[in-house]
RNA sequence: GCCGAAGUGGCGGAAUGGUAGACGCGAAGGUCUCAAAAACCUUUGGGCUUACGCCCGUGUGGGUUCGACUCCCACCUUCGGCACCA
């Protein structure tokens, strides 16, 4: 199954302390291949991991990665975004919380499905079986996962619960039934994915793929969003925060009617073309209106002589794919009506075109053009020859005609009674005047849609609902769930649905009346499954409702979720609004899931990104030769976790031989060191041992975690200088030793119980707590007191601990070498920085 | 185009406005060895200097400050996200 590169058996590479003289130190070997599989056993049989929901005097904590797709394998980028994970969860734990680190899967989407059809696998035990194989996988991360708690959202058990929600949703409206844009491949005649969607063309295929409105379910996502801009609540980082604020996308302005009455003849889409604007100041400024070529009055205005033009236009627009049309790089098209519309504040009639750089789906399908104004404007005016005026005038305008729109603010002109104010006030003068005539109002309106959930996809969770032709669309009753995704189906090789070739399971009685219906053979989007498993896994084994609430009370919202940055606007935005709404059901009594969020970056090779083909980094091979403890803690040390890394075969040599020289610096035979050790250096070596404990929990909590690790390498460095010394007690060391492993432990679990166990402590490390220190046993009793002339590094001085700036500055000033640039100078002013540094400004003298 | 992040030795990277380059890799020299590997020790930003030392140096150009990788302004480059949003 999983593939081995030939040419790995056959190099000699061997692995650290590879080579053994003899059998008697064979014993003593750091040997991870042995110890790691052992203490793996160990920890898995003792259910060390397993997380109660309440541990007498501990807070909990809840960790959460976010869970993997069963691809089939556990790549060295899961590695990357699992392993320092864990280290912080474990990091918690001995922190003294009661850590709850779960792991599951997130069973449903489109490669089961392709696997299906391209190699005839069923998806269901392709998924299953890529299930096992990366269980096994995973578990040589030796991370503190409660396997106890797994879930796939591909099994009933689970599913259900997306299919029962979406009944609460329904009932509530928060789930509903429209027409929404699908990508349709003629040829094959099915819907795509947006991922099947490659430069525009069926993956597939190769044929233009275009865009085709269907009936499809929504959740209303967008009636959350303004509370879905309030993030005061969240830790996150700014940067995903922002992403969030610019998806939602609200912006503000005012909604004006342009009269079209006199130009229509039927008037059932009403007799104005309502535009939306956030530039009400320009509205003087306009020459014409542009409507989108899906707007409900674009036929309706249409003039008899112009029609077969736009009728052509509007077919047009239509086979364009959504891809096609939005693309900035295409020049800008357009078709005259023929008609005219009335601008309510000076009574211009300006002509009604239809250009399909106008969006039917946002604002109102409509935007008044202003072409001095608005850069898109002023280029769609340019090629159609239509005038171009401006209203808010550049500082020093003095009439000229401008080159391109000008966007700043400015003063009104040509703007009736509002000419000579600012554009700024204008904006909100024209605004009431607007709103006080009735021709218009203020308005607010979001780049966010409602969420498209269908997909016309098998493997997903059926939508659980009943076309009747006599009682309309009927949920299917909460006592029918599940409704359970058929087995054993036929893939046809365009890949269509096979849910719509099953008999038996679209002809079903309708739960109302009995007459023959048909059911919904659409399925949910996977990010569906993904917006609510944070609460499943309080309670993954309940039967009888979605997740325990009084559980769930004890561990959400999350503390500390983790994750690629690649979810920012999709899945997390999602989660939040499913939160609210759960919320508002009664579900759940928190306003958000996540507390806390950590992006972690992206591993690359070569700084290239890691793929299967073209650049692979296999783990396991990685853990063979080096064993998983040196991995987890290169992945930690190659650079801040949140900027990802670029992955050295080299550098994780470093990282194996610091594992080692730990390794042998912890069995050392302490019998040759005194009983009594020299005070002095005992002194030295609680400073330094407390010093890298601060360190530690400092930089640990902060998830930073190669400068912890690079605070422990240099605590091993120092511990061999001491060695050498021999002045400290055996039991000095041994604390010391104690000291480091109790480090060690989060990030490389392993070595750190075989060598807690060896260094006579009892089992286990991982349930002992970090230790702890005292600040004033970190400092020394002298401190090196740099001396800068101007600024500049000029001598240096060992100083006694907390001297004073008068004794320092005299001190600096005995100097030769600061003698040397003060002797014949004038002396302008002193700087002292306590504990670091003297700086003496002078003036060259005469 | 807009938004965001980042530019530091040969390489990965470290530095509450206060000794730039911690820690590690690599390289060079050495110890051990018949030899090699491993391990250990020393050196390792550039330039000048016999030496004490001195000068330059954190993408570029300005600025603030006694003092700037760090703060401010302008620009360049790379990466990530969004993109005809009215």
């Known amino acids: 199954m999983t593939s081995t590169s030939p040419d790995r058996t056959s190099t000699s590479e061997s692995a650290a302390g590879d080579t053994t003289p003899t059998g008697t130190e064979d014993r003593n070997r750091y040997n991870p291949a042995e110890l790691e599989p052992k203490w793996q056993k160990r920890w898995e049989s003792d259910g060390l991991y397993r997380t109660e929901d309440h541990e007498p005097g501990k807070d909990n904590w809840y960790a959460l990665t976010m869970f993997p797709y069963p691809s089939g394998d556990v790549h060295i980028g899961h590695w990357f975004a699992y392993t320092p994970a864990d280290a912080h969860a474990r990091f918690m734990?001995?922190?003294?919380?009661?850590?709850?680190?779960?792991?599951?899967?997130?069973?449903?989407?489109?490669?089961?499905?392709?696997?299906?059809?391209?190699?005839?696998?069923?998806?269901?035990?392709?998924?299953?079986?890529?299930?096992?194989?990366?269980?096994?996988?995973?578990?040589?991360?030796?991370?503190?996962?409660?396997?106890?708690?797994?879930?796939?959202?591909?099994?009933?058990?689970?599913?259900?619960?997306?299919?029962?929600?979406?009944?609460?949703?329904?009932?509530?409206?928060?789930?509903?039934?429209?027409?929404?844009?699908?990508?349709?491949?003629?040829?094959?005649?099915?819907?795509?994915?947006?991922?099947?969607?490659?430069?525009?063309?069926?993956?597939?295929?190769?044929t233009t793929v275009v865009r085709r409105e269907m009936p499809q379910w929504f959740f209303g996502i967008t009636k959350y969003a303004d509370e879905l801009l309030e993030m005061d609540q969240i830790d996150w980082p700014e940067k995903i925060k922002l992403m969030q604020r610019n998806w939602i996308g609200r912006s503000t302005g005012v909604t004006i009617g342009f009269d079209v009455s006199e130009y229509l003849s039927d008037t059932s889409a009403g007799t104005r073309i309502e535009t939306f604007t956030t530039r009400i100041d320009t509205v003087y400024g306009v020459t014409f209106v542009v409507l989108a070529p899906e707007h409900p009055l674009a036929a309706k205005l249409t003039q008899a002589d112009r029609k077969t033009d736009v009728d052509a236009y509007i077919d047009n627009a239509r086979r364009q794919s959504e891809i096609e049309r939005t693309s900035t790089e295409r020049e800008k098209t357009g078709v005259d009506t023929g008609a005219f519309a009335t601008n309510p504040l000076n009574g211009e009639k300006v002509p009604v075109l239809i250009g399909d750089y106008v969006l039917a789906s946002y604002g109102t399908g409509a935007v008044m053009g202003v072409p001095a104004h608005d850069q898109r404007d002023f280029v769609f005016a340019t090629k159609f020859g239509l005038p171009i005026r401006v209203v808010v005038a550049p500082e020093g305008w003095n009439g000229e005609a401008l080159t391109e729109a000008y966007v700043a603010p400015g003063t009104q002109v040509n703007s009736g009674e509002f000419n000579g104010i600012s554009s700024v006030d204008g904006k909100e003068m024209i605004a009431d005047k607007i709103e006080a005539n009735g021709w218009g109002q203020r308005t607010i309106t979001y780049h966010l849609r409602d969420w498209l959930i269908s997909r016309q996809r098998y493997w997903g969770t059926p939508i659980p609902i009943i076309y009747c032709d006599h009682c309309g669309t009927v949920p299917v009753p909460e006592q029918d769930l599940p409704v359970i995704l058929p087995d054993n189906v036929e893939f046809t090789p365009t890949g269509q649905s096979p849910l719509t070739l099953i008999e038996e399971f679209v002809n079903v009685p309708c739960p109302q009346c009995n007459r023959p219906s048909r059911r919904e053979t659409d399925t949910m989007d996977t990010f569906v499954d993904s917006s609510w498993y944070h609460l499943r896994f309080t309670s993954?084994?309940?039967?009888?409702?979605?997740?325990?609430?009084?559980?769930?009370?004890?561990?959400?919202?999350?503390?500390?979720?983790?994750?690629?940055?690649?979810?920012?606007?999709?899945h997390l935005l999602y989660a939040r609004f499913f939160n609210k709404a759960l919320r508002d059901l009664g579900f759940v009594e928190f306003d958000e899931p996540y507390t806390r969020l950590f992006n972690q970056g992206t591993l690359t090779k070569d700084h290239m990104k890691i793929s299967k083909r073209a650049n692979p980094l296999n783990p396991e091979p990685i853990v063979e030769r080096f064993g998983t403890d040196t991995l987890r803690c290169y992945l930690m040390f190659l650079g801040p976790w949140d900027q990802g890394g670029d992955w050295s075969d080299q550098a994780i040599n470093g990282v194996s031989r610091w594992l080692n020289r730990t390794w042998e610096l912890s069995l050392r035979d302490t019998s040759v060191l005194p009983n009594n050790g020299d005070p002095d250096a005992e002194r030295d070596l609680d400073r330094i041992a407390h010093s890298v404990t601060g360190r530690v929990i400092a930089d640990m909590r902060q998830f930073k975690f190669n400068t912890t690790m690079a605070a422990l390498m240099e605590y091993t460095n120092e511990l061999g200088r001491v060695w050498e010394a021999g002045k400290v007690s055996s039991k000095a060391w041994a604390e010391a030793i104690e000291r480091l492993l109790l480090h060690v432990a989060p990030l490389a679990p392993h070595i750190a119980e075989e060598l807690w166990e060896q260094t006579g402590h009892s089992y286990s490390v991982h349930q002992q707590e970090t230790p702890t220190w005292d600040e004033a046993k970190t400092v020394s009793d002298t401190e090196t007191i740099v001396v800068q002339i101007n600024g500049k590094l000029r001598d240096q001085l060992d100083l006694p601990a907390g001297v004073s700036q008068e004794q320092a500055i005299a001190a600096a000033l005995k100097s030769e070498k600061i003698q040397r640039y003060t002797d014949g100078a004038q002396i302008i002013k002193e700087i002292f920085v306590p504990g670091r540094l003297v700086n003496i400004v002078v003036r060259p003298g005469k």
């Open 540 to 570: 993954p084994a309940t039967l009888e409702e979605p997740f325990d609430t009084g559980r769930v009370k004890q561990w959400v919202p999350v503390h500390q979720y983790m994750g690629g940055a690649e979810h920012a606007v999709m």
């Open 93 to 206: 734990r001995m922190q003294g919380y009661n850590v709850m680190h779960p792991q599951g899967f997130d069973a449903f989407g489109l490669p089961a499905e392709n696997a299906a059809i391209s190699r005839g696998i069923d998806p269901h035990k392709w998924t299953l079986s890529n299930m096992d194989n990366m269980r096994r996988q995973f578990k040589l991360m030796g991370a503190s996962y409660d396997w106890s708690r797994e879930l796939a959202t591909c099994l009933p058990d689970y599913y259900r619960w997306n299919q029962y929600f979406f009944l609460k949703f329904f009932e509530k409206g928060i789930a509903y039934r429209k027409d929404g844009p699908a990508n349709w491949c003629p040829k094959d005649q099915t819907t795509l994915a947006n991922e099947q969607v490659k430069d525009g063309e069926c993956e597939r295929c190769g």
